[in-house]
């Protein structure tokens, strides 16, 4: 029987491991790079790693490792080879040329490319799809060689110009229009988004950040109690969504934005520069941090580093340590966890109240900023994130209506 189900793309993956980083690191850079493909539904099905000073400039890896690449993607018939750090143009040509030598046709994606055609997948809005593509034609533009390199060899001699060059100087043009029109197109959406947010300044603008996949669209629905998507995939949300939530009888907006990754391209941040707004013109943020996580301290470090990058890394804050439920009795030594007498079942809830009181004793609840520990998928610990936003909130709602208190509606 024939079948008609499409099939996952298959794809390995290779890395550099330089002198700044650590084995464990590369390995958990590979794992996130897996993660990332797997949102794009390729299958990985082998990794590879190098030990360089420096990715080589020509091929990425040495010779005799992009040999074993070879032969494993012959091997194996793979239809992608994914490296975790941006390719340059020159570096994709001989690459490919690589593998031509074997009459082997793969596609050769790096990092930034992956993360790009994520987005343009998860991108729902007009203003999303847009900032998209104008990453992805400015990604593209310094790349088109390759893609015409082959026609010029067809026709040339003294004083002549393969169709191939003819075409990828028509190819250069087009892009450099289409990013002059999207650039002018997001001016106008801008300027509209503008005019929306100016309308909001009325009342306290709260903003969920955090590394992508850390549970920001759960907690979302759980301040806001409105329908948003969630999803344990990379980038699940892409678009901004704001909402306006009401706690104590104080309206506020919270908005939930793209989550921030470490090497994300540059180009991406620029374009996606008016839905960043909603981070950099919020009055409070919710720094989302996935407990879980073995290098969560790393990715706590690329959202400040990111946030300082936009101008919002001097706003307020709570820290709330989220994932909690998966925090283990392994992770935190604690032996003496059971209830009661004999082999009783662990009850969940009061485990994760141990938890809770163990991490409220640790380090990690520091003064400043506040910190709050929860678990968005079990609902716990809500109550008390809730009373620390509306402590902050209140504090910047009198700020733009002095005379709330004397409200009797709020006494």
């Known amino acids: 029987m024939h079948n008609t189900e499409e099939q996952n793309e298959t794809a390995v993956l290779v890395a550099v491991q330089t002198q700044k980083q650590t084995a464990e690191q590369t390995k958990e850079y590979l794992d996130e790079l897996a993660f990332l493909a797997d949102t794009s539904n390729i299958n990985t099905l082998e ?11 020509k ?26 750090d941006d390719l340059s143009s020159i570096q994709v040509r001989n690459i490919e040329n690589e593998f031509e030598k074997f009459l082997k046709e793969v596609k050769i994606l790096d990092r930034s490319s992956l993360i790009l055609g994520i987005f343009a997948m998860r991108a729902q809005t007009v203003q999303a799809r847009t900032q998209v593509e104008l990453a992805q034609q400015q990604y593209v ?18 004083g002549m110009r393969g169709p ?50 850390v549970g920001k669209s759960t907690l979302m629905q759980r301040l806001s109690k409105a329908d948003v998507f969630a999803e344990n995939k990379l980038f699940a949300t892409v678009d901004a969504t704001v909402r306006k939530v009401t706690f104590d009888n104080v309206p506020f907006l919270l908005s939930d934005t793209v989550g921030f990754i470490r090497k994300l391209p540059t180009k ?47 706003k307020a804050t709570i820290l709330v340590f989220n994932k909690i439920d998966l925090f283990s009795a392994e ?33 990690m609840n520091l003064p400043q900023p506040t910190t709050v520990f929860v678990s968005a998928v079990q609902k716990e610990n809500i109550e008390e994130l809730r009373e620390a936003i509306i402590n902050i909130v209140k504090e910047k709602h009198i700020l733009i209506f002095p005379n709330w208190v004397e409200n009797p509606i709020n006494s």
């Open 141 to 158: 533009l310094p790349r088109l060689t390759r893609m015409w390199s082959h026609l010029s060899k067809q026709r040339g001699g003294m």
């Open 59 to 84: 091929t990425y890896v040495g010779k005799g490792k992009m040999q074993d690449i070879i032969a494993y993607v012959i091997d194996k018939d793979v239809d992608m080879v994914i490296f975790d």
């Open 268 to 314: 991406l941040i620029e374009a996606f520069k008016s839905t960043l707004d909603e981070v950099r013109e919020a009055d409070i943020l919710l720094h989302v941090v996935d407990i879980s996580h073995p290098n969560y301290q790393e990715q706590i470090d690329v959202v400040n580093l990111t946030l300082a990058e936009i101008g919002a890394g001097d």
């Open 164 to 213: 191939g060059e003819k075409e990828l100087e028509t190819d250069r043009r087009i892009a450099k229009d289409r990013i002059v029109f999207l650039k002018e197109k997001l001016m106008l959406i801008d300027k509209q988004s503008m005019t929306q947010r100016k309308n909001r300044d009325k009342m306290v603008r709260v903003s969920l950040v955090g590394y992508t996949n």
């Open 47 to 57: 990794t590879f790693t190098q030990k360089l000073e420096k990715p080589d400039n």
């Open 331 to 363: 992770d935190i030594e604690i032996k003496d966890w059971e209830i009661g007498s004999g082999n009783e079942p662990v009850n969940q809830k009061s485990e994760i109240e141990k938890v809770t009181e163990f991490l409220k004793n640790s380090y």
